[in-house]
Protein backbone atom coordinates (compact mmCIF):
# COMPACT_ATOMS: atom_id res chain seq x y z
CA UNK A 1 0.00 0.00 0.00
CA UNK A 2 3.19 2.20 0.65
CA UNK A 3 5.06 3.14 -1.98
CA UNK A 4 8.47 5.44 -1.99
CA UNK A 5 6.15 8.36 -3.69
CA UNK A 6 3.65 8.03 -0.32
CA UNK A 7 6.24 7.83 2.07
CA UNK A 8 8.08 10.75 0.63
CA UNK A 9 4.61 12.77 0.61
CA UNK A 10 3.78 11.87 4.41
CA UNK A 11 7.69 12.85 4.89
CA UNK A 12 7.32 16.09 3.12
CA UNK A 13 4.21 16.73 5.58
CA UNK A 14 5.40 16.05 8.51
CA UNK A 15 8.82 18.26 7.77
CA UNK A 16 6.08 21.52 7.02
CA UNK A 17 4.80 20.88 10.35
CA UNK A 18 7.76 21.00 12.17
CA UNK A 19 8.81 24.05 9.90
CA UNK A 20 5.80 26.01 11.61
CA UNK A 21 6.93 25.67 15.04
CA UNK A 22 10.04 27.97 14.81
CA UNK A 23 8.40 31.06 13.16
CA UNK A 24 5.07 30.84 15.17
CA UNK A 25 7.56 31.65 18.58
CA UNK A 26 9.26 34.72 16.36
CA UNK A 27 6.07 36.30 15.29
CA UNK A 28 6.63 35.64 11.19
CA UNK A 29 3.81 35.38 9.79
CA UNK A 30 4.21 35.64 6.33
CA UNK A 31 6.33 32.60 6.42
CA UNK A 32 3.48 30.84 8.46
CA UNK A 33 1.06 31.96 5.77
CA UNK A 34 3.44 30.29 3.18
CA UNK A 35 4.25 27.38 5.25
CA UNK A 36 0.39 26.35 6.06
CA UNK A 37 -0.77 26.92 2.55
CA UNK A 38 2.10 24.90 0.97
CA UNK A 39 0.65 22.43 3.34
CA UNK A 40 -3.12 22.54 3.00
CA UNK A 41 -2.37 22.34 -0.94
CA UNK A 42 0.01 19.00 -0.21
CA UNK A 43 -2.54 17.44 2.20
CA UNK A 44 -5.37 18.13 -0.63
CA UNK A 45 -3.26 16.50 -2.92
CA UNK A 46 -2.63 13.64 -1.03
CA UNK A 47 -6.28 13.06 0.13
CA UNK A 48 -7.05 12.36 -3.48
CA UNK A 49 -4.37 10.49 -4.10
CA UNK A 50 -4.88 8.17 -1.30
CA UNK A 51 -8.51 7.49 -2.37
CA UNK A 52 -7.33 6.74 -5.85
CA UNK A 53 -5.00 3.88 -4.88
CA UNK A 54 -2.30 6.11 -4.95
CA UNK A 55 -2.51 7.48 -8.22
CA UNK A 56 -3.64 11.48 -9.17
CA UNK A 57 -6.82 11.34 -11.46
CA UNK A 58 -6.28 13.92 -14.17
CA UNK A 59 -9.48 15.25 -16.15
CA UNK A 60 -9.11 14.61 -20.18
CA UNK A 61 -10.62 17.10 -22.34
CA UNK A 62 -11.17 17.11 -25.92
CA UNK A 63 -10.43 13.19 -26.09
CA UNK A 64 -6.74 13.77 -25.70
CA UNK A 65 -4.74 10.75 -25.10
CA UNK A 66 -2.57 10.44 -21.84
CA UNK A 67 -0.53 8.15 -20.70
CA UNK A 68 0.30 7.10 -17.19
CA UNK A 69 3.21 9.43 -16.36
CA UNK A 70 5.19 9.54 -12.98
CA UNK A 71 7.04 12.26 -11.48
CA UNK A 72 8.76 12.86 -8.62
CA UNK A 73 5.49 12.29 -5.66
CA UNK A 74 2.36 11.29 -8.30
CA UNK A 75 1.69 8.88 -10.66
CA UNK A 76 -0.78 10.31 -12.93
CA UNK A 77 -3.85 8.60 -14.30
CA UNK A 78 -6.77 9.21 -16.80
CA UNK A 79 -10.31 10.47 -14.97
CA UNK A 80 -12.93 7.54 -14.66
CA UNK A 81 -16.66 7.61 -13.58
CA UNK A 82 -15.03 5.59 -10.34
CA UNK A 83 -13.01 7.92 -9.84
CA UNK A 84 -13.41 9.30 -5.83
CA UNK A 85 -12.98 13.00 -4.78
CA UNK A 86 -12.58 14.17 -8.40
CA UNK A 87 -13.02 18.10 -7.23
CA UNK A 88 -9.46 17.72 -5.83
CA UNK A 89 -7.91 15.76 -8.61
CA UNK A 90 -6.36 17.75 -11.75
CA UNK A 91 -9.02 19.19 -13.10
CA UNK A 92 -7.66 22.56 -14.00
CA UNK A 93 -6.33 23.17 -17.69
CA UNK A 94 -3.50 25.99 -16.93
CA UNK A 95 -2.31 27.24 -20.66
CA UNK A 96 0.40 29.70 -21.79
CA UNK A 97 0.76 31.23 -25.15
CA UNK A 98 4.22 33.20 -25.71
CA UNK A 99 5.94 33.79 -28.90
CA UNK A 100 9.15 33.82 -28.98
CA UNK A 101 10.84 35.15 -32.47
CA UNK A 102 8.93 33.76 -35.18
CA UNK A 103 7.97 30.46 -32.79
CA UNK A 104 4.91 29.77 -31.05
CA UNK A 105 5.21 28.00 -27.59
CA UNK A 106 2.29 26.74 -26.13
CA UNK A 107 2.67 25.43 -22.52
CA UNK A 108 0.20 23.72 -20.75
CA UNK A 109 -0.54 21.63 -17.97
CA UNK A 110 -3.31 20.30 -15.62
CA UNK A 111 -3.34 21.74 -12.05
CA UNK A 112 -5.69 20.87 -8.84
CA UNK A 113 -7.20 22.77 -6.04
CA UNK A 114 -3.83 21.70 -4.01
CA UNK A 115 -1.65 23.44 -6.66
CA UNK A 116 -3.63 26.41 -6.66
CA UNK A 117 -3.04 26.58 -3.08
CA UNK A 118 0.66 25.52 -2.60
CA UNK A 119 1.45 28.58 -5.58
CA UNK A 120 0.67 31.27 -3.16
CA UNK A 121 2.22 29.67 -0.24
CA UNK A 122 5.46 29.03 -2.49
CA UNK A 123 5.34 33.01 -3.00
CA UNK A 124 4.57 33.90 0.91
CA UNK A 125 7.68 31.40 1.65
CA UNK A 126 9.94 33.02 -0.88
CA UNK A 127 8.65 36.31 0.29
CA UNK A 128 9.21 36.09 3.93
CA UNK A 129 13.20 34.58 3.26
CA UNK A 130 13.27 38.29 2.12
CA UNK A 131 11.51 39.74 4.80
CA UNK A 132 12.97 37.85 7.68
CA UNK A 133 16.84 37.10 6.71
CA UNK A 134 18.55 34.34 8.50
CA UNK A 135 19.91 35.54 11.35
CA UNK A 136 23.82 35.01 12.04
CA UNK A 137 25.19 34.84 15.65
CA UNK A 138 27.76 37.55 16.39
CA UNK A 139 30.98 35.96 17.49
CA UNK A 140 31.45 37.70 20.92
CA UNK A 141 34.73 40.44 20.38
CA UNK A 142 37.39 38.94 22.05
CA UNK A 143 38.87 40.41 25.20
CA UNK A 144 42.57 41.16 25.51
Known sequence: MFDLRTVIRIVLLIIILFMMIGPVR?????LIIGLSLIFLGLLLDNIVTFANNNTM???ISNGEIISVEYDLLYKH???TEDT???FLADIFNIAIYMR??????IFGCMVSIGDLITVPGIIFLIISLFKYPVEKKKKAAMSP
Open 26 to 30: KGQYL
Open 100 to 105: LFEDEI
Open 77 to 79: AKM
Open 57 to 59: PVE
Open 84 to 86: KIW
